[in-house]
């Protein structure tokens, strides 16, 4: 699941993601000798949330997801609230409507998101999300070649749905685990278009905090209903601020030194690979195996995320004058 930074834009595809800056038009892009740094860093950000997402995995069992997702979300919120001190006036009602909305997309990602992966294992829970994305990309696109990456991501479904004998595909997975996947895809989508109204409403990370402050507080009584007082236990705070640091401040930190030197669209791209991520990190810390058909229908969904963004930056550069 992605990090959201605090300078969002709507690049298409997986890498529909929140916090893409695109470089300013008088610079030129960095030099291949210093390319590698910040494509590290967006490598090293991914690695961070979906290892925080394995880490959160382990915590279920002891707060339950809704009381991970609050955990998370709260404490990334007082991060980012003594960080960037916001300021609370001067903003008009449209102004505040908007990062609400940003901050209830927030709370629905993550709170879907959690559901999933206590239910199906992380790799295909994050490929399934990366559909939401994707399918805004296309739509948002309107270019008849990425109804190619559109079907080139269904395959990948269908492979993931066990047509293919896959280890894990739908025909073994827990459907509503599935369908929470697939609810957080969609949530991730609204995400994208709030974040990206927000980063124009507010300067800075000030619309981020605010927004991670109004989905902490959404999430709080789910939270509570189900964990009570567990949420208080020692050890399970300093676990949900592992997964805080993992899944939100880490990440977003990363994100934003990257986009100082990265053009927006490498940026999506790099962003595609995070159910490769995802399950890479399900296998190393869950001991959640694949096989080899359930690694192609994620290698598809990936290709299929790759083709849109490229797709949607070759009709950018067309229409330049």
């Known amino acids: 699941m992605p990090a959201p930074s605090s300078s969002p834009t709507t690049t ?12 300013p038009a008088t610079k030129a892009p960095a030099p291949s000798r ?8 967006v490598v090293s950000a991914g690695v961070s949330v979906q290892f925080g997402a394995a880490l959160a995995v382990t915590l279920m069992p002891r707060a339950g997801a809704a009381g991970v997702v609050t955990l998370r979300l709260a404490a990334a919120a007082l991060v980012l609230l003594v960080v960037c001190r916001p300021k609370l006036r001067g903003y008009t009602r449209s102004d505040w409507g908007t990062v609400v909305a940003f901050g209830v997309a927030m709370a629905g990602m993550n709170g879907l998101f959690y559901q999933a992966i206590d239910r199906i294992p992380l790799g295909p829970a994050v490929t399934l999300e990366v559909l939401g994305p994707l ?37 073994s997975l827990d459907p509503a685990g599935a369908a929470f996947a697939v609810g957080a895809g969609a949530m991730w989508a609204a995400y994208i278009v709030f974040s990206a109204r927000t980063g124009r409403r507010f300067p800075q990370a000030d619309g981020l905090a605010l927004a991670m402050a109004v989905a902490a507080v959404i999430s709080l009584p789910l939270g509570v209903a189900q964990s009570g007082s567990a949420l208080l236990v020692p050890s399970t705070l300093a676990l949900g601020l592992g997964v805080a640091v993992l899944s939100s401040v880490l990440p977003y930190t990363l994100e934003l030194l990257a986009l100082r030197r990265l053009p927006a669209p490498t940026f999506a791209i790099l962003m595609s ?25 994620i290698a598809l969904v990936i290709a299929a995320s790759m083709g849109a963004v490229r797709s949607q930056i070759g009709r950018k550069a067309q229409a330049a004058p």
Do not use: K
């Open 135 to 171: 399918a805004l990309s296309v739509i948002v696109s309107r270019r008849p070649v990425n109804l190619l990456w559109a079907g080139l991501a269904l395959a990948g479904v269908v492979l993931l749905s066990g047509h293919g004998g896959g280890g894990f595909g739908f025909g």
């Open 34 to 41: 210093g390319r590698f740094g910040p494509v590290a860093l």
């Open 273 to 297: 690979l995070e159910p490769a991520i995802a399950a890479s990190a399900g296998f190393l810390v869950l001991g959640q195996a694949m096989s080899v058909l359930d690694g192609l229908a």
């Open 12 to 23: 298409p595809g997986t890498s529909v993601t929140p916090g893409t800056t695109a470089a």
